[in-house]
């Protein structure tokens, strides 16, 4: 089976950094996705780890270790727009198990 | 291409009733992926096609649920009498086989009273 483990809720000031913590546990694994869903809205992919290590892109890095377990989701420069819930996915031979996302609120 | 479509966007029925959803994906992808979500959590996996072969299907799933991709083109999520645990947003995704990244559609909410 499949068991995904995310904090639930994360405050942060606007332009400070913050790292968004994923660890698994799965009976198979191809890859670890992380998405942005903002309230109301469809998840929108940010980054895709199948090699343990770091991916950067822009604003949001994501890293991973296969041997742990473990991802994580690091967000720099945070802005007020980047207040959504945060999805940690793992895939296995098509199928992707979701976590129950991580709700982060940015102040200003 | 725009991207992965869903009809209805909303949909209210009584509990009892048959309801359909249809899902269009993004034209060259042969992967389509149907998932459930209820507030504060995750998408919940549903089943997913490749081209007209449905692979898998979650065994949560009850027998009042099935779903088609007759052509490998849109797929249609049927829920039969349905129960008001059934209310959630379903969400449909594609993705090529090459690149296993979703592409998801605004989703469909359903209101079973």
């Known amino acids: 089976g499949q068991n995904i483990d995310q904090p639930t809720e994360m405050t942060a000031t606007e332009g400070a950094i913050v790292q968004i913590n994923c660890t698994y546990q799965?009976?198979?694994?191809?890859?670890l996705f992380w998405y942005q869903q903002h309230a109301g809205e469809a998840p929108t992919f940010l980054s895709y780890?199948?090699?343990?290590g770091l991916e950067e892109k822009g604003r949001f890095s994501s890293f991973l270790s296969r041997s742990k377990g473990y991802s994580y989701l690091l967000l720099k420069e945070l802005q007020m727009k980047d207040s959504a819930s945060y999805l940690c996915?793992?895939?296995?031979?098509?199928?992707?198990?979701f976590g129950d996302g991580t709700t982060l609120t940015v102040k200003p | 291409d725009t991207g992965v479509s869903q009809d209805p966007r909303h949909k209210i029925t009584k509990r009892g009733q048959n309801v359909t959803f249809r899902c269009d994906p993004i034209?060259?992808?042969?992967?389509l992926y149907w998932y459930r979500q209820t507030l504060g959590q995750g998408p919940e996996f549903l089943t997913y096609?490749?081209?007209?072969?449905?692979?898998?299907k979650s065994r949560l799933l009850s027998d009042r649920f099935s779903a088609e991709r007759p052509k490998g083109s849109f797929s249609t999520l049927e829920i039969q009498r349905t129960e008001q645990g059934d209310s959630a947003m379903y969400l449909c995704?594609?993705?090529?086989?090459?690149?296993?990244?979703?592409?998801f559609g605004p989703g469909t909410r359903l209101t079973v009273t």
């Open positions: 780890n199948v090699l343990d």
């Open positions: 799965t009976s198979g694994f191809n890859g």
């Open positions: 034209s060259e992808h042969n992967r």
């Open positions: 995704a594609s993705s090529l086989v090459s690149n296993p990244q979703q592409y």
């Open positions: 096609f490749q081209n007209e072969a449905q692979l898998e």
């Open positions: 996915a793992v895939t296995n031979a098509g199928k992707s198990t």
